[in-house]
């Protein structure tokens, strides 16, 4: 058992929709980042904070890696591969249902002669057969040279222990970068515009396109102890709007009591929360959102 603190950066690449968030929440030992059915729900290059013992293992929950078509989807790539960059650890996360060789074999490509102790989890292996697995394993461990292979459940847990500690052991001796409480370094004015816009995409799954963001627009402490937040929801086009506000306002209303449920238990005091919709068909080219939405600006 270590004496002394280690502190390192593991950096979750992945296919979009391979689980990589469901593995930071499972990892992390609660939520710290926006889980959907929807591919690409994350975005910005989240941190979740980790410990086991008398380690801390900083986690980049990267946006799925894809071929990028807009300057939305570059500047979530260039994030994804940032996190990779100075990690003492690369943990690849493979959905072993629905692989997605497309996206899979570029990631697989260009991890190939990447330095650093490269990981791979098999994620769903709850709904996959054994010998599959196992020839699957053998194949990418070939194609990119993986030092171990896990093969896990980020949903049902199974296998998280026996890969959380093994992430331990990798990391170097050093001082822990952020408290022991602490576990993102997201503000929370960006984790409550995350938590609307996951409920915003599980909510209207088939109906709404990708094209969609959250924009934190005050968050203020009341005397009370209570929490106000005020957040835009800006969509591309006027014919999402009626499907975002739903008859007589009652879906934006939905989304909004899910969201403030959850922002409350994450905080733990009452939330009043706010939202209002904006249509900006241009959205997607605005420096300012991407600064507020924790993306860097990629020309």
């Given at each position: 058992?270590k ?17 990589k968030?469901?593995?930071?929440n499972?990892?992390v030992g609660q939520?710290?980042?926006?889980v959907s ?12 904070i980790a ?15 894809f071929?990028?078509?807009r ?28 692989l ?7 990631i697989?490509?260009?991890?190939k002669?990447?330095?650093?102790r490269?990981?791979?989890a ?9 010998e599959?697995?196992l020839?699957?394993?053998e194949?990418?461990?070939?194609a990119?040279?993986f030092?171990?292979?896990?093969f896990i ?7 998280v ?24 370094d ?10 609307t ?25 009341r005397?009370?102890g ?8 800006v ?9 975002v506000?739903g ?5 934006i209303k ?9 922002l ?5 005091v ?21 600064d ?8």
């Open positions: 058992m004496t002394t603190p280690h502190c390192g950066l593991i950096a979750i690449l992945g296919a979009p929709n391979a689980g968030s469901t593995l930071v499972a990892l939520k710290v980042a926006a059915a929807k591919a690409q729900t994350t975005r910005a290059r989240l941190l979740g410990i086991d013992g008398r380690t801390q293992m900083i986690l980049a929950d990267t946006p799925g890696i071929a990028p078509k300057r939305l989807d570059r500047a979530m790539v260039a994030a994804a591969w940032e996190g990779a960059s100075e990690a003492d650890a690369i943990l690849l996360v493979v959905d072993a249902v629905k997605r060789r497309h996206e899979l074999t570029p697989v490509e260009a991890l002669g990447r330095k650093e490269k990981l791979l098999l994620n769903k292996v709850d709904a996959s057969a054994k599959p697995l020839k699957l394993a194949e990418l461990v070939a990119a040279g030092h171990e292979v896990f459940s980020a949903l049902t847990g199974d296998g222990p026996e890969l959380k500690a093994r992430l331990a052991e990798l990391m170097p001796e050093a001082e822990w970068h952020y408290p022991e409480d602490q576990v993102s997201a503000s929370e004015r960006l984790m409550a515009a995350e938590i816009r996951e409920q915003l995409y599980r909510q209207l799954h088939e109906e709404l396109p990708y094209d969609a963001a959250v924009r934190p627009e005050s968050y203020t402490s005397k009370d209570s929490v106000e937040i005020r957040q835009q929801i969509i591309a086009r006027e014919s999402q709007k009626p499907i506000l008859a007589r306002g009652a879906k939905a989304i909004g009591e899910a969201a403030r449920i959850e409350a238990a994450l905080l733990g009452k939330v009043h929360l706010f939202l209002h919709v904006k249509v900006d068909e241009a959205w997607a080219e605005s420096r300012e959102i991407y507020e939405i924790g993306l860097d600006w990629v020309k």
